[in-house]
């Protein structure tokens, strides 16, 4: 695969399409028309869809990656790298009511090219690991429960803030979602003492 800037400028595109429309939801003749390029000149770069989704997933796995490694180390608490956490997700859905792309991708899991499918999946394991991770230091720090569960907790985090970003897609009461994630987090650090 060719990663100059044309196959960047097409993955950034296809990005877009994919967290709006799905993976179903766009050809590579929306993308000639979004960029302005022949559709010849996408498989060039991309052979197949499949190529070009497994090249986004991973690039914003990876990309995703990075930013929790930030948000560790930039964190003053759990509390905070959670809220920061949540942001991100947020932020994803201020962006013309995006989706993350990854749950956009498993909403389509069917459908999927197998490579595809499995960097959605490599991205659900990361980021649970990283909350379980994040969970564990604040149980550590006596800042959650002793009794926490941190794989259900994590895979909770997760699962509701993807959902929530659907249902507020769907709804358009943008202040749901962090009315969400702040009951969350919420109900995972516990009664207070």
Known sequence: MNTGSKAHEIMIAAKKMIQTSGYNGFSFRDLSREIGIKSASIHYHFPTKGDLAVAVATAYREGFSETLLDLENGAATTQQALQKYAALFQKTLDTDQRICLCG??????ESLP???RMETIRFFEEQEQWLAKMLSKGIIAGELPADTNVTASAKLILSTLEGAMIIVRNTGRRNDFSTVSD?????????KI
């Open 114 to 116: 197998e490579k595809v």
């Open 104 to 109: 956009m991708l498993a909403s389509e899991t």
């Open 183 to 191: 009951q969350l987090f919420t109900l995972i650090s516990g009664p």
